[in-house]
């Protein structure tokens, strides 16, 4: 099994309610997303798949979330736009980007801070 991990960022705002405290109000953070590709084979290339490929895709949905207020994005139209949220609709859109007979979004791991983050996995 190949395993590809792909880092970037996004900043964005957000107000979390019924979990108390400071989420409630308007805040933000720098988020840091953390992708994880698996697959069994190479292609004739040798590699799993073209880094260029997943982050040009994730290029496009950090677009969608950088510099907004996530409340207000139709994405989190019917759920809160948590860490375990972002990370599950990024595995989501990005899956239906690059998923292959070959290669599959595995997790998406989104840092909300330095020490505080929350995994989907696929």
């Known amino acids: ?3 590809l991990k792909v880092k970037t ?4 705002a957000h107000r979390l309610t019924l979990v108390g405290h400071k989420c409630e109000n308007l ?9 994880c590709i698996k697959g069994d084979g190479l292609d ?6 073209d880094f260029g490929v997943i982050k040009k895709s ?14 207000e994005l139709e994405m989190f139209s ?7 949220n972002i990370a599950r609709i990024i595995a989501d859109k990005l899956g239906a ?10 997790s998406v791991t989104a840092w909300e801070s ?4 929350a995994t989907y996995i696929v």
């Not at 960022?9 to 964005?12: I, N, R």
């Not at 994730?58 to 409340?71: A, C, S």
């Not at 019917?78 to 375990?84: A, D, F, L, M, T």
């Not at 330095?114 to 983050?117: E, G, H, I």
């Open 44 to 49: 004739e290339g040798g590699v799993l798949m």
């Open 78 to 84: 019917e759920c809160p736009p948590s860490s375990e």
């Open 58 to 71: 994730l290029r496009g949905i950090m677009e969608e979330l950088d510099h907004k207020f996530l409340n």
């Open 114 to 117: 330095d020490n505080a983050s």
């Open 9 to 12: 960022d996004f900043a964005a």
């Open 1 to 3: 099994m190949y395993e």
């Open 97 to 106: 980007a690059v998923n292959s007979d070959k290669a599959r979004v595995y």
């Open 27 to 35: 805040h933000g953070h720098n988020w840091k997303v953390e992708v």
